[in-house]
C-alpha cells in the first residue's frame, strides 16, 4: 500500500492551497481516509476525515468552514481544499487510510492510531 501527498508550499496567509494523495495497492474506494497535520515537538492533529463514499466527513472547529475534504474513487485519489489559510495552519500534512471493516455512513475515526497506512507527508506554510 503506499500513499503518496503534493500539493503543499508556500504560501501567504489568507490565500488558498490544494492537497492531493494518490493511493495504490488497495482497494481504495473500500476505506475511509483522512488528513493529519504535525507541527516539529508535538503529535499529529486530524484535519479531516472522508467516508468510503464521500458523503460522510469530520472537521475540528479549527478548519471548519475553511477546509473541504474529498475523494475521487475511479482515480483512487483523496483532496484537501484549505482556504482562508492562517499560520498556525502551517505544518507538515499527511493522508492516511483506515483498512479496518467500518460502516459506510462513518466518517473515519478521528484518532491518528486508528489508520494504519500513511503517506511521507508534505510540508505547508503559511506566512503571516
Known amino acids: 500500500v503506499q500513499l503518496v501527498e503534493s500539493g503543499g508550499g508556500l504560501v501567504q496567509a489568507g490565500t488558498s492551497l490544494r492537497l492531493a494523495c494518490e493511493v495504490s495497492?488497495?482497494?481504495?474506494?473500500?476505506?475511509?481516509v483522512g488528513w493529519f497535520r504535525q507541527v516539529p515537538g508535538k503529535g499529529r492533529d486530524t484535519v479531516a476525515t472522508?467516508?468510503?463514499?464521500?458523503?460522510?466527513?469530520y472537521y475540528p472547529d479549527s478548519v471548519k468552514g475553511r477546509f473541504t475534504i474529498s475523494r475521487d474513487n475511479a482515480r483512487n485519489r483523496v483532496y484537501l481544499l484549505m482556504n482562508s489559510l492562517k499560520p498556525e495552519d502551517t505544518g507538515v500534512y499527511y493522508c492516511?487510510?483506515?483498512?479496518?471493516?467500518?460502516?459506510?455512513?462513518?466518517?473515519?475515526?478521528?484518532?491518528?492510531?486508528?489508520?494504519?497506512?500513511w503517506g511521507q507527508g508534505t510540508q505547508v506554510t503559511v506566512s503571516a
Open positions: 495497492g488497495v482497494a481504495f474506494s473500500m476505506f475511509p
Open positions: 492516511a487510510l483506515d483498512s479496518s471493516a467500518i460502516p459506510s455512513d462513518n466518517p473515519g475515526s478521528r484518532s491518528t492510531s486508528a489508520y494504519d497506512y
Open positions: 472522508i467516508n468510503r463514499n464521500g458523503d460522510k466527513t
